[in-house]
């Protein structure tokens, strides 16, 4: 079965510094890639989303990289700042019986310190 | 406008009760669906509707019973609550289910507490 595995630790870094969340897959070949942001008592908001033939997306301070080959997803967010921190979830998105079907990994608890 | 909203927001319940949460969007979408996020923060799957009918169903236990009465609008009945069934329960819905590349919005959760 599909199996999505994300920094499981939570990530401490410095405010203005780049950082650098990981999400790796295995057992599936998605077509997409989703990013997720999730504060606490909140719902996941999409942030960015990559297709299989693209080797990177940008968007703001954001940027999402994709690597078939290796099947990893690198999540960036530069010049961090502490309104930043929260759960960031990588999802994969396929076709299941003709249907979309997003499947979230564990999620990244991203701390930003002032 | 709140996008996709669900209640209630917080259930505290006994074992063995029978429980509903319910669920609307407003963003003329074709697809709704149900998420569980447990105690570990992983948000797994539980079913997805596309103009109301059913086309995802992850094995899920039969004691949990989606409905939706037309597009906008996706239920979820739970029977014979259990201790294992406390989680927080999103609603979400995407444009177009026949497409992958959708973005999903979530609502903002369903805590569930089971004593």
């Known amino acids: 079965s599909q199996k999505i595995e994300q920094n499981s630790e939570a990530l401490n870094i410095q405010e203005g510094k780049t950082a650098t969340l990981t999400c790796n897959y295995t057992?599936?070949?998605?077509?997409?890639l989703q990013w997720y942001r999730q504060d606490p008592g909140r719902g996941p908001v999409f942030l960015l989303l990559?297709?299989?033939?693209?080797k990177e997306k940008r968007k703001e301070r954001l940027k999402v990289t994709f690597d078939t080959t290796l099947k990893q997803s690198l999540f960036h967010i530069t010049a961090s700042q502490p309104a930043d921190s929260a759960t960031y979830l990588c999802?994969?998105?396929?076709?299941?019986?003709?249907?979309?079907?997003?499947?979230f990994g564990t999620g990244t608890k991203l701390q930003v310190i002032p | 406008d709140t996008a996709v909203s669900q209640t209630p927001k917080y259930l505290v319940t006994q074992m063995g009760n029978d429980k509903s949460i319910k669920c609307e969007q407003n963003?003329?979408?074709?697809?709704m669906y149900w998420y569980k996020q447990d105690s570990k923060k992983f948000l797994k799957i539980m079913f997805s509707?596309?103009?109301?009918?059913?086309?995802i169903n992850e094995t899920v236990p039969n004691r949990f019973s989606p409905k939706s009465p037309d597009k906008a609008h996706l239920n979820l009945h739970i029977n014979s609550l259990e201790l294992g069934d406390s989680a927080v329960y999103f609603c979400?819905?995407?444009?177009?289910?026949?497409?992958?590349?959708?973005?999903?919005?979530f609502g903002e959760g369903s805590w569930l507490t089971v004593v």
């Open positions: 963003l003329g979408h074709d697809t």
């Open positions: 979400a819905s995407s444009p177009r289910s026949g497409i992958v590349g959708n973005t999903i919005y």
């Open positions: 509707y596309n103009n109301k009918e059913l086309i």
């Open positions: 999802a994969l998105d396929g076709n299941s019986g003709g249907y979309q079907k997003v499947t």
């Open positions: 990559i297709r299989e033939n693209e």
């Open positions: 057992n599936y070949s998605p077509a997409y």
